[in-house]
Nanobody, 118 residues
């Protein structure tokens, strides 16, 4: 009942920045929370940042102070501004979201690759 499409990934050098976007299509339903997760090779999928419908955000410990999550409810889009990137940030970044009408059922995008070189 929701489709998510990520964009903005790419290759950057350590210390650089990227801005990821995730646009949601809901077939008329309303987005509740949205978040970003990442998965590096050989690692589990971990929380990067999460934002509620009211704009309250939560960050994973490894990105606090460097990444910022935001959303534009009129566009059904969530953003992730990534600054001071490190090689250990290299991963596939996935967007997720749930719906007000079906709260607690989360949907995932296909992911976008972020590679940080040293």
């Amino acid at each position: 009942q929701v489709q998510l499409v990520e964009s903005g990934g790419g290759l950057v050098q350590a210390g650089g920045s990227l801005r990821l976007s995730c646009a949601a299509s809901t077939s008329g339903f309303s987005i509740n929370a949205m978040g970003w997760y990442r998965q590096a090779p050989g690692k589990q999928r971990d929380l990067v940042a999460f934002i509620t419908s009211g704009g309250s955000s939560t960050y994973g410990d490894s990105v606090k102070g460097r990444f910022t999550i935001s959303r534009d409810n009129a566009k059904n889009t969530v953003y992730l501004q990534m600054n001071s990137l490190k090689p250990e940030d290299t991963a596939v970044y996935y967007c997720n979201a749930d719906l007000i009408e079906f709260r607690g059922i989360f949907y995932w995008g296909q992911g976008t690759q972020v590679t940080v070189s040293s």
